[in-house]
């Protein structure tokens, strides 16, 4: 547990405004932090076919270590402002079994002086829904960096965050790098548009990437790697691309910093072929997830209920906004 979650429970408390409400959860999260530059694609063939087998011989065989993460996210919003707990799960998994470590955080934000003066914990922001995302990923990205194994392949749910905040994670990053660790990142659910504003030759007229690419491949198909490259920083780039396993689900999109790519192209149809047969384990048309990140979230929420912070923050006697009575009526 982070060392200033209990402190900031306490001084929650001290407020002694009325307070009650129950929580929204959330599983994963999505963000673009702005954007200008250039798409390209790195391999000839558009679709490429993906083989299952390949991918459990990996799961079974592989000299690396296999890791998943995920997190489940609780947020409370009162009039003072909005408590964020969230609870980091990193799994590694055995021949036989899962090792689970977690990890959990509790913030206050508030836009309002007044609130942070009488509560030292409170952290102060314009932007409270920004800043809580951007402060999830650092946090998420701590966690790995100090839990994560040497020769691994890491395969972590949500983006590779984007954008100017992308050179805060660089460090981190580049430590994976050094220590032989692959990191690929999983996003379902996108809306991005990367592939059809910066390519519209080959993609136009869709509401997405991922409604082109449910149109264009096939059941066990990815398409081709795809390279977004800031125009104003160069460091802040990706190699990405989509794949396909079921007829009527949603495609998912791997991504992976440049860095990890390039140092580890020999690894990559291998990487996605193991991405695959852990979709196909999984077997979930509605909800694509890869099998050790389903296990990390599974995790992720029973940590949560170990430290009853609904209850706890309940307790705290802020006053609720509208929308989270009425939630908390159902």
């Given at each position: 547990?982070?060392?200033?979650?209990?402190?900031?429970?306490?001084?929650?408390k001290d407020l002694k405004v009325p307070f009650s409400s129950s929580p929204m959860?959330?599983?994963?999260?999505?963000?673009?932090?702005?954007?200008?530059?250039?798409?390209?694609?790195?391999?000839?063939?558009?679709?490429?076919?993906?083989?299952?087998?390949?991918?459990?011989?990996?799961s079974q065989n592989s000299q690396r270590i296999i890791a998943a993460y995920d997190?489940?996210?609780?947020?409370?919003?009162?009039?003072?402002?909005?408590?964020?707990?969230?609870?980091?799960?990193?799994?590694?998994?055995?021949?036989?079994?899962?090792?689970?470590?977690?990890?959990?955080?509790?913030?206050?934000?508030?836009?309002?002086?007044?609130?942070?003066?009488?509560?030292?914990?409170?952290?102060?922001?314009?932007?409270?829904?920004?800043?809580?995302?951007?402060?999830?990923?650092?946090?998420?990205?701590?966690?790995?960096?100090?839990?994560?194994?040497?020769?691994?392949?890491?395969?972590?749910?949500?983006?590779?965050?984007?954008?100017?905040?992308?050179?805060?994670?660089?460090?981190?990053?580049?430590?994976?790098?050094?220590?032989?660790?692959?990191?690929?990142?999983?996003?379902?659910?996108?809306?991005?548009?990367?592939?059809?504003?910066?390519?519209?030759?080959?993609?136009?007229?869709?509401?997405?990437?991922?409604?082109?690419?449910?149109?264009?491949?096939?059941?066990?198909?990815?398409?081709?790697?795809?390279?977004?490259?800031?125009?104003?920083?160069?460091?802040n780039s990706k190699v990405f691309c989509y794949m396909k396993f079921f007829h009527?689900?949603?495609?998912?999109?791997?991504?992976?910093?440049?860095?990890?790519?390039?140092?580890?192209?020999?690894?990559?149809?291998?990487?996605?072929?193991?991405?695959?047969?852990?979709?196909?384990?999984?077997?979930?048309?509605?909800?694509?997830?890869?099998?050790?990140?389903?296990?990390?979230?599974?995790?992720?929420?029973?940590?949560?209920?170990?430290?009853?912070?609904?209850?706890?923050?309940?307790?705290?006697?802020?006053?609720?906004?509208?929308?989270?009575?009425?939630?908390?009526?159902?």
């Amino acid at each position: 547990m982070d060392e200033n979650c209990l402190n900031t429970l306490k001084e929650m408390k001290d407020l002694k405004v009325p307070f009650s409400s129950s929580p929204m959860i959330y599983g994963e999260f999505d963000f673009e932090l702005g954007r200008e530059g250039t798409v390209s694609m790195l391999e000839s063939d558009l679709t490429i076919d993906l083989d299952a087998n390949n991918g459990c011989e990996i799961s079974q065989n592989s000299q690396r270590i296999i890791a998943a993460y995920d997190e489940s996210i609780m947020t409370f919003s009162a009039l003072e402002g909005k408590a964020v707990c969230v609870s980091h799960s990193l799994v590694y998994v055995g021949k036989n079994n899962y090792l689970p470590i977690n990890y959990i955080t509790l913030k206050f934000y508030t836009r309002s002086s007044i609130v942070q003066e009488k509560m030292g914990a409170a952290i102060l922001v314009k932007d409270v829904a920004h800043q809580s995302l951007v402060d999830t990923a650092c946090n998420k990205m701590d966690f790995l960096e100090k839990y994560g194994m040497n020769d691994s392949i890491l395969l972590i749910d949500g983006p590779l965050i984007a954008g100017d905040a992308y050179t805060t994670f660089m460090p981190a990053i580049k430590k994976f790098l050094e220590r032989n660790i692959i990191a690929c990142f999983f996003v379902k659910n996108s809306s991005s548009d990367l592939i059809s504003t910066y390519m519209p030759d080959i993609c136009v007229g869709y509401n997405s990437d991922m409604h082109w690419v449910h149109r264009i491949l096939k059941p066990g198909q990815r398409t081709s790697f795809f390279k977004y490259t800031d125009n104003h920083n160069k460091e802040n780039s990706k190699v990405f691309c989509y794949m396909k396993f079921f007829h009527n689900s949603s495609p998912v999109r791997i991504e992976f910093p440049t860095i990890i790519f390039e140092n580890f192209k020999n690894e990559m149809q291998n990487i996605v072929d193991l991405a695959y047969y852990f979709l196909l384990v999984q077997g979930s048309k509605s909800n694509a997830q890869l099998r050790p990140i389903a296990i990390a979230e599974m995790f992720a929420r029973e940590t949560l209920k170990l430290f009853d912070v609904n209850k706890e923050i309940r307790n705290a006697q802020l006053v609720p906004t509208m929308n989270e009575e009425r939630w908390g009526e159902k």
